[in-house]
Every structure is written in C-alpha cells, then in structure tokens.
C-alpha cells in the first residue's frame, strides 16, 4: 500500500525557516505531483505548493518567494523549505500525491504542525 509520511514541523519565531520533508513509498513517484496543502483551525484547507512530474513549481501567493518546493525522484521525497516564516503560516502541513493521469490516485500524509510564534 502506498506510504506517504510528513516530518520536519515544530515551533519557529517569525522570521525563521524550516524544512519540511515528505518520503513516499509503493507507487511510481514519477508519475505523481507533488504537492504541500496546509489547514489552519477554522480555515479550509489551501494548496501551498506543487512540484509537478515534469519538475515544474507553482505557489500560492502568499508564499512566493519564501517558500521553495522540491523533488528528489530517486529519493522518492519532495520538501518545502520555508523562510521569512509569518505567524499566518501556521497549520497543519500536509503532502499530497496525484497520479498524473489517474487522478483517482491521489493520497495524502499524516500532517505535521507548523507553528510561528514569538
């Protein structure tokens, strides 16, 4: 069964950075985008980022330019490192992959807290 697992959230000040990482097993993680959403309580949740199968990145705008998504094919990971980190980044981070045709195939992480707090 496929595996997807989130790691690398905590408590930063703002201003701060983190790295978020997501490693997936049992599928073919070249045919997935990858993806981080986030949820903050009372909030739906909203797509942060996307790396696609073709290496392509998109964000949403409150995040360009501090945050960075990435994918390792041969890992079988992607990350989100995250600067100039704001008390409004905090939530729950979660990784999502979607196959590329088979859009069915969609599965997600376990989440990880991100908290920005002073």
């Known amino acids: 069964q496929v595996q997807i697992a989130e790691s690398g959230g905590g408590l930063v000040q703002p201003g701060g950075s983190l790295r978020l990482s997501c490693a997936a097993s049992r599928l073919t993680f070249s045919n997935y985008h990858m993806s981080w959403y986030r949820q903050a309580p009372g909030k739906e949740r909203e797509l942060v980022a996307t790396v696609t199968t073709l290496g392509s990145r998109v964000y949403t705008d409150s995040v360009k330019g501090r945050f960075t998504i990435s994918r390792d094919n041969a890992q079988k990971t992607v990350s989100l490192q995250m600067n100039s980190l704001k008390p409004e980044d905090t939530a729950v981070y979660y990784c999502?992959?979607?196959?590329?045709?088979?859009?069915?195939?969609?599965?997600w992480g376990q989440g990880t807290q991100v908290t920005v707090s002073s």
């Open positions: 999502n992959a979607k196959h590329s045709v088979l859009d069915n195939w969609n599965y």
